[in-house]
């Protein structure tokens, strides 16, 4: 039986920091196993330019804007009749940035006090996926895929602000267990024009998506 006619229906969820190459990665499996995709808005996000102007003055308003709508990504995977892929969860949005610009001192404990309530009454309600896909990659391959890309409102995030946040996803990925996680380093791995990187890749994810 092939990765396209397998009628296994599973939900995948691909997580990692800025730049780690989520993306590319969701459009890969799209493409080999037929999963619908589900992307984070960040186009659509009304406060993203100002939140990387003023951090400490739309945390809160840009986080509740992912949390709204990465909880309606949640509902439609679960929804989905086939089988599905979400670019970052939910749970990414409150347990690394929410909580980073907390302890940054970028939110306030009021409003964070606001956010993990509603944050913990969502994550209740939702089915996690079946397995999530964790990306590293170094800050330097971050930064150099953040420039490749070319978004404005990326190009003057601090170091400081990339640095803390690999931490926080290393540590998040270290204690994650709501379903099974496969861990990929990306600083080397080519899996858009790389034949040798997209057979192992293939034969590491082949094992657990069919």
């Not at 984070?40 to 102007?53: H, S, V």
């Not at 009749?81 to 347990?95: P, Q």
């Not at 964790?134 to 990339?162: M, Q």
């Amino acid at each position: 039986m092939t990765p396209a006619t397998s009628k296994r229906v599973i939900r995948v969820a691909v997580a990692g920091t800025i730049g780690a190459g989520k993306t590319s990665l969701v459009t890969w499996l799209v493409k080999r196993y037929g999963l619908e995709p589900f992307y984070e808005p960040n186009e659509q996000n009304p406060f993203l330019d100002d939140f990387y102007a003023d951090m400490s003055r739309w945390a809160f308003h840009s986080q509740a804007f992912f949390l709204a709508h990465k909880l309606e990504l949640h509902q439609r995977m679960e929804a989905c009749a086939g089988s599905a892929v979400l670019d970052r969860t939910i749970y990414e949005d409150a347990e690394i940035f929410a909580r980073n610009l907390h302890e940054q001192g970028r939110m306030s404990t009021r409003d964070w006090e606001v956010y993990s309530h509603l944050y913990e009454g969502i994550r209740r309600s939702l089915r996690p996926p079946d397995v999530l896909i964790a990306l590293t990659c170094s800050l330097r391959t971050a930064k150099k895929r953040i420039a490749s890309r070319g978004r404005v409102n990326e190009a003057a995030i601090p170091d400081a602000y990339l640095r803390r946040l690999q931490r926080q996803y290393g540590a998040w990925f270290d204690r994650y267990d709501l379903s099974p996680i496969v861990r990929i380093e990306t600083d080397r791995m080519d899996y858009v024009e790389n034949m040798i990187d997209l057979i192992d890749l293939s034969q590491l994810l082949d094992r657990v998506l069919t």
